[in-house]
């Protein structure tokens, strides 16, 4: 059985207990540490495994930290299981950083309450209340069936707001905004079981924690994240995402190699994922699926769509920058409908069967 993880003390002791080791990369701002385990053999080129920059998309984090020691390889494995630790503890969590002291929020209302009583409300439309409280900008975004994921949905609704009137935005600029996920009925987040985390650049550019991985400006999880694959140069990556756009159903986020050979293996290890997808009995997303996430990607046979970071314009997300810049890169997305086990199941078989590939390679 998968393990959901709600506190990140018990994350830790269970990395702890399967890792080799364990390193402090950094610390996030509520004192958190951003950390990586080592897992696998002593081979080169090393396996880099992360998930967790969006919180509410847990099955990927669980899925990471078995990646430790529950995938076989003879190459060196890298597992930052959770790129978000302050939006993976939670919204109640999320809101001590602004008022100080952690209130009781496990309803809407009462988060609405505590938006308008303590903060200075920026901005409301239909369910949407957003505030800023302390150094944190707060957002409290009701689902509704007509926004299926509300996230998204608000998110991009705050993108247009800062392209109409970027003066009801200005005072976000340079801070950390927490999003509700009103996730009702998914496994592992719920209404306001995680938080999600917006960045607000000092541009007024309305972006995510898997974002800024090649900026001079970037928060501290990316920036941690990028030192460290500086440092291990993966010439294979995983970014472990799921997405409550498509029920129960599973595509693999693959991309373009800059050269020849990585493009071949990054084709044959693509081939082998879905392969191993299907032999699941798993579902594999539609073109429709894949579309509802943006334009940007290229699908090939079935289950498959190459990202193309240039038409999307936000710069690079860990797997592209990735593949420009170290090898082969894998992002999921397994739809947040299915069981959470069988969401593990699907990021453990796109992880061992793109691993098998990768052994073959080096041998
Ligand atoms: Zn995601």
């Not at 076989?72 to 809101?95: K, M, N, S």
């Not at 009701?142 to 005072?171: D, G, I, M, S």
Request: hydrophobic share 40%; aromatic share 10%; glycine share 10%.
């Amino acid at each position: 059985m998968a393990q959901v993880y709600w506190t990140y003390d018990e994350l830790l002791a269970d990395v702890r207990r399967r890792a080799r080791s364990v390193e402090v990369l950094g610390h996030t701002v509520d004192g958190s540490p951003l950390i990586v385990a080592r897992g696998g053999g002593d081979r080169l080129p090393a396996i880099f495994v992360t998930a967790g920059s969006h919180s509410t998309e847990q099955a990927g984090v669980s899925a990471a930290v078995q990646s430790i020691d529950e995938v076989e390889t003879e190459h060196q494995v890298y597992v930052i299981p959770t790129r978000d630790p302050v939006g993976f503890q939670g919204f109640a969590h999320a809101l001590s950083l602004g008022l100080g002291e952690t209130p009781a929020a496990t309803s809407f209302a009462q988060v609405e309450a505590i938006l308008r009583d303590q903060g200075e409300v920026l901005f409301e439309e239909e369910d949407l209340l957003l505030s800023l409280i302390g150094d944190y900008g707060y957002a409290s975004a009701r689902p509704a069936p007509e926004r299926r994921c509300p996230q998204y949905h608000f998110y991009t609704r705050l993108q247009r707001l800062y392209a109409e009137e970027p003066a009801r935005l200005a005072p976000l600029q340079g801070r950390r905004v927490y999003m509700t996920p009103g996730q009702t009925g998914v496994e592992g987040t719920g209404d306001l079981g995680r938080a999600y985390t917006l960045i607000i650049s000092q541009t007024g550019e309305i972006l995510h924690i898997n974002r800024f991985h090649d900026t001079p400006w970037s928060p501290v999880e990316p920036r941690v994240t990028r030192d460290l694959m500086a440092r291990i140069r993966p010439g294979l990556s995983f970014d472990l995402h799921e997405s409550q756009l498509m029920d129960d159903r599973y595509f693999l986020s693959a991309r373009r190699q800059p050269d020849a050979d990585n493009e071949l293996w990054e084709q044959k290890a693509a081939r082998a994922i879905i392969g191993g997808i299907t032999d699941s009995g798993a579902t594999l997303a539609t073109e429709e699926d894949v579309m509802s996430l943006g334009p940007w990607f290229d699908t090939s046979e079935a289950g498959v769509a190459w990202l193309d970071a240039t038409r999307r314009g936000e710069g690079f997300n860990l797997m592209d920058f990735a593949s420009r810049t170290y090898g082969m890169a894998f992002g999921t997305e397994m739809g947040m409908y299915g069981t959470f086990d069988g969401r593990v199941d699907l990021a453990m078989i796109t992880v061992r069967k793109a691993v098998e590939v990768f052994g073959e390679r080096y041998r």
